[in-house]
């Protein structure tokens, strides 16, 4: 069974804070991407990254980073949390132009 | 660029009863189109796609697609619904050449009443 796990189902951070959600991949796969996912905006891509080390902006980049160090892992990071970053976080992965494979989400609160 | 449009934020359909969730999508050249699933805090579920061939797509739990390229649509039914399909629907897309991010529409609740 092919599997992307994140790290945390449930975070609850202050604002300010250094956030770090981990995302890792058991397939192989050359991309891996971070979404966040708002009610009533869907998906929204944050970044993504198609080799190690190397890594692009999606839409709304602003107060994110990101890592990937290794193939299977990929890193976001919210420099200093903010409430408006309160929202569910969900990590995929795939090859080429195959469907991507999701994790099972991290739903962060700022407080 | 490429989007995705769900013009339905909720589909309210009875058991038994077949479901049409819409989408529309826009991308230069042909399309990758997919479609998607969510349950409650749960993370998406890939439910089926369309690259190329035939414009009808078969994929999981019995659901099906209908790709229409003059009307630039990718329909997602079923024929039967069922209580347990009731759940978050998001169709994707992406473009077909080198490396393209995959957009997602802002998806239809689904809501199958016994």
């Known amino acids: 069974d092919v599997k992307v796990t994140q790290s945390s189902r449930y975070l609850v951070k202050r604002t300010g804070e250094k956030v770090f959600l981990e995302c890792v991949q058991d397939?192989?796969?050359?991309?891996m991407f971070w979404y966040r996912q708002d009610p009533g905006l869907g998906l929204r891509l944050i970044y993504f990254?198609?080799?190690?080390?190397?890594?692009e902006k999606g839409d709304i980049p602003e107060g994110y980073s990101v890592s990937r160090e290794k193939k299977e892992r990929f890193s976001l990071i919210l420099e200093s949390a903010s409430t408006n970053q309160t929202s569910m976080y969900l990590c995929?992965?795939?090859?080429?132009?195959?469907?991507?494979?999701f994790g099972q989400g991290t739903r962060l609160t700022v407080v | 660029a490429q989007s995705v449009a769900q013009p339905e934020d909720q589909v309210n359909v009875a058991e038994g009863n077949p479901l049409t969730v819409k989408c529309t999508y826009s991308v230069s050249g042909n399309p990758y189109l997919f479609w998607y699933v969510q349950y409650p805090n749960r993370g998406l579920q890939f439910l089926l796609k369309y690259i190329t061939g035939d414009n009808l797509v078969k994929g999981s739990y019995g659901f099906e697609a209908e790709f229409n390229k003059s009307q630039t649509s990718f329909h997602l039914k079923k024929p039967s619904a069922l209580v347990s399909d009731s759940a978050l629907y998001f169709c994707a897309v992406r473009g077909p050449t080198g490396f393209q991010k995959l957009v997602f529409g802002t998806g239809t609740r689904l809501l199958v009443s016994p």
């Open positions: 990254s198609y080799d190690v080390k190397m890594k």
């Open positions: 995929a992965s795939n090859d080429g132009g195959s469907e991507a494979f």
């Open positions: 397939m192989d796969h050359e991309n």
